[in-house]
């Protein structure tokens, strides 16, 4: 699969902060605002490239909640790893 670029990386990111957040995808419109793009088509530029490198899958056309997260970049597994290792150490006496 293609790596990804940073604005790719970051869009990814954000989709999956907004679902685990909301516990829904986040539209078209409302990730435009999220990635701080004027209009939505630049958004689905970014979904068909996280598509076609297979990171997400887009449910059926119709449909403005239809993004599903099916792989997650290497370098944002490290990160979540780290974030969760403070909490893992909070019972280490000083």
Known sequence: MDALTARQEK???????????EQR????RELAK???QKSTHGVTQFLKALQRK??????????SRNIVVIR???????????AASPADSAG???
């Open 25 to 28: 995808s986040p539209t078209r």
């Open 34 to 36: 999220l990635t701080g």
């Open 11 to 21: 869009c990814l990111r954000l989709i999956r902060e907004y679902i685990r957040r």
């Open 54 to 63: 297979g990171y997400i899958e887009l449910g059926p056309p119709g449909k």
């Open 72 to 82: 997650t970049p290497v370098k944002q597994l490290a990160l979540i790893e780290e």
């Open 92 to 94: 280490v006496s000083k």
